[in-house]
């Protein structure tokens, strides 16, 4: 601890700052007490001290059906006392569903779709809570205020004479308008929407069909991307599109056109996400419909299951939205299961689906695109119906072979998620992790582990198209001092990429200075910057192949500190798991002379 003796005038406030060395990683409390002359005040706060590397995050999912064994490996060069290892137990499916919901929460909202990531999970599952009745008023509440928030960002985004793109600036893209259309759709059955947005933008796509009842792709900027990588892309966004429409309620004669232009074309559907839009679309408008027969058949044989009853599909070609492997893959498999409900078909597989999609869970219970989290938040919640999940069953958990808690679950928590911490049985090499059931339920689990490597020689990834540097003009500078820092964003690959998402730490103890940022928005490729804690986020519409991009800004010294800025990171936004990471940058800042 450590006294200073201040003198506050009437109506006044003074500022002081106490130097802090962090020497251990975990949960520490922060109390500060002041004394005064007449009163007295004090305030605690808990503060997270991570560790100085780079964390590793590892889940295992499955269907707990029956004992299971688990092996979670932490390695010898792994930070002392910064392991962790826990056990998620899902009673039923909604718990699985609220889960994804908590966690992303925690993405950025910088653009049309980030903005989405969490609204959109808000939308589903208030809508089935309401549907079951089981909301209660600060879930709600909460919920709602999200949406609203959500709601009103999202009109932003909204171009003049129609559309919608990521950042509000024309022209408006017609896929992504599209899925802006569903969105507000499911929103106004929780939550007003002037109709009037949902009629203009409904108006707006469909004055875009060709007079043959197809709808041409976008082309140019930052949609170049459906020009150069979409097989049979005409096909796809006909059918995108007339899903939208359909979904949304439209009724123009603009549906029946597409429709029938698609099914003079079902011969081009050669990938499996094509062939899951157009079962949607035949399914609603008509599901005794003989073409779509034919699909699901082709959809069915087209099916990969393996070993433990896991059923997904593969997707080579992007999707609609540049969705690319296991992304791409993760959206096809929601879509087909979405289909194959609203048409009864192959209801067999369903069971299979869903643990696959469990599977793919990160392990803050989150998927990894937009896209792909909205599809399978909408494939999962269709499976629930309108009645409460039924369990009854007891999990015993043991780590290491020593007992580390029992969970009970019934109808009054089958909807809960429960947890078990094992870190306090975990230690470095093989941990064993066993699961022993009693009784009936559709539960899942998920173990969760998570290690930090020391800097040294750690893995930090420079696999994915980009890669990230940030040159500081100096690191070793006095109080009220500025630095000037300029990220490199290099494409390594011949094409273009698209959509980049840079994340770059901030040291503690700066204060950001916006103006070259706000003058680079109009004068290069950065489309948005906004700052979320310590971390500045990037939002770049494009980096051309074979090139690079740099951007500078500055920070301005606020206090004596010796600390680091933190990692940063590239990625495109529609492949999260290409991310490159450059290490933090060490500061050390004196007292003015």
């Known amino acids: ?54 964390e590793q995050r590892n889940a295992e999912s499955g269907r707990l059906d029956g004992p299971q064994s688990v092996t979670v490996n932490i390695p010898e060069e792994a930070i002392d006392g910064a392991s962790k290892v826990w056990v998620k137990v899902y009673p039923g499916l909604f718990s699985q569903v609220v889960e994804g919901l908590d966690s992303m929460l925690q993405m950025p909202s910088g653009c049309f779709e980030q903005t989405s990531s969490s609204t959109y999970p808000n939308i589903l599952v208030l809508d089935y809570m309401v549907q079951t009745g089981q909301i209660t008023p600060e879930i709600e509440l909460r919920a ?62 469909a004055s875009l069909q060709e007079s043959d009842g197809s709808y041409d792709i976008d082309a140019g ?26 979904e949304s309620g439209y009724t123009g004669e603009q549906v029946a056109k597409g429709a029938s232009w698609i099914k003079q074309n079902l011969s081009e559907a050669t990938d499996n996400y094509t062939l899951g839009l157009i079962a ?47 992304s791409a893959e993760l959206e096809t498999t929601s879509l ?25 869970k990160g392990s803050f219970g989150e998927w990894s695109t937009t896209q792909g989290t909205i599809q399978a938040l909408r494939f999962m919640i269709s499976t629930l119906g309108a009645q409460t999940e039924s369990a009854d069953a007891t999990i ?28 306090q049985f975990a230690h470095e090499g093989a941990n064993t992790v066993d699961l022993a059931v009693t009784g009936s339920g559709n539960i899942m689990y998920s173990v969760v582990s998570s290690y930090w490597l020391p800097r040294q020689g750690d893995p930090y990834g420079q696999g994915g198209p980009l890669t990230v540097t940030i040159a500081y003009d100096k690191t070793t500078l006095e109080v009220d001092d500025i630095v000037t820092a300029t990220a490199t964003i290099a494409n390594h690959t011949d094409g273009a990429v698209l959509m980049v998402l840079v994340d770059i730490g901030l040291p503690p103890g700066f204060d950001l200075i916006p103006d070259q940022l706000n003058e680079q928005v109009a004068t290069t490729d950065l489309q948005r910057w906004e700052q979320a804690g310590r971390q500045l986020i990037l939002y770049i519409e494009r980096v051309a192949g074979n090139d690079s991009l740099d951007l500078t800004y500055q920070m301005k010294a606020r206090f004596p500190m010796e600390g ?19 290490p933090p940058t060490t500061f050390s800042v004196a007292e003015a002379e």
Not at 190 to 197: I, K, L, S
Not at 292 to 304: M, P, S
Not at 396 to 417: C, I, M, P
């Open 1 to 54: 601890g450590g006294d200073v003796e201040v003198n506050v005038g009437p109506n006044s406030v003074t500022g002081i700052y106490f130097p802090v060395k962090v020497v251990k990683v975990g949960w520490h409390d922060f109390t500060v007490i002041a004394y005064g002359s007449q009163m007295s005040d004090g305030i605690r706060r808990s503060i997270e001290v991570l560790p100085d590397g780079l």
């Open 144 to 205: 709602r205020d999200y949406v609203s928030q959500g709601y009103q960002r999202l009109l932003s985004y909204e171009v003049s004479g129609g559309g919608f793109e990521w950042f509000g600036s024309p022209p408006a893209h017609r896929i992504l308008t599209a899925y802006g259309l569903l969105e507000f759709y499911d929103m106004s059955k929780v939550h007003d929407v002037d109709e009037a947005v949902i009629q203009r933008t409904q108006t707006w796509l």
């Open 221 to 246: 900027g930052i949609h170049e991307g459906a020009v150069n990588n979409f097989t049979n892309s005409l096909l796809r966004t006909t059918a995108y599109i007339t899903y939208a429409l359909v």
């Open 280 to 326: 949607m679309v035949l399914g609603t408008l008509n599901p005794n419909d003989p073409a779509l027969n034919g699909v699901l058949d082709d959809l069915y044989d087209a099916r990969i299951e393996d070993e433990d009853g896991k059923v997904h599909w593969g997707q080579e070609a992007q999707t609609e939205m540049y969705g690319e492997g296991s």
């Open 336 to 360: 087909i299961g979405q289909a194959l409900i609203r048409a009864n078909a192959h209801m067999d597989l369903i069971p299979g689906m869903l643990d696959w999609l469990v599977s793919k």
């Open 396 to 423: 015993v958990v043991s780590a290491n072979g020593q007992a580390a808690g029992a969970l009970t679950v019934n109808d009054f928590n089958s909807d809960v998620l429960q947890l078990v911490d094992l870190t």
């Open 564 to 582: 680091s800025s933190g990692p940063a990171s590239a990625s495109p936004y529609y492949e999260p798991e290409a991310e490159s990471t450059t």
